[in-house]
């Protein structure tokens, strides 16, 4: 009967938590930091430049979508404005041709008590 030997996740001293929620934990300061978990400078430069580049694409991509959402939504106010102020005249110019037709009928002699 053989035995397979199940690795342990490494840990302080090979003991393991159990506790899987609970993340490893690393050295706060890099000169404390084993040497293969240490990046040169022109590394972490090149990361922060690449992070920096996709949150500056991510920004105008952001910008442009508000611009668009603005423009569609000027456009959708002038329309309405628009369709205010040609409903308004259209009530004037009624007003206006009831206002001359009683006017003329008023020059004819025709009054609302004799032609109601």
């Not at 005249?89 to 009624?94: R, V």
Request: charged content about 40%; glycine content about 6%.
């Amino acid at each position: 009967m053989s035995e397979e030997l199940v690795p342990l996740t490494s840990s302080s001293h090979g003991r393991v938590s159990g506790k899987s929620w609970k993340a490893q934990k690393s050295a706060t300061f890099r000169t404390q930091c084993s040497a293969g978990h240490r990046s040169n400078f022109e590394e972490r430069m090149k990361k922060t430049t690449k992070a920096n580049a996709a949150k500056k694409l991510e920004t105008e991509l952001k910008t442009e979508k508000n611009a668009e959402k603005q423009r569609r939504r000027e456009i959708t106010l002038e329309r309405k404005n628009a369709a205010e102020e040609r409903r308004r005249l259209e009530e004037d110019k009624a007003k206006m041709g009831a206002r001359k037709t009683a006017r003329l009928r008023r020059k004819a002699g025709r009054t609302k008590k004799i032609h109601g």
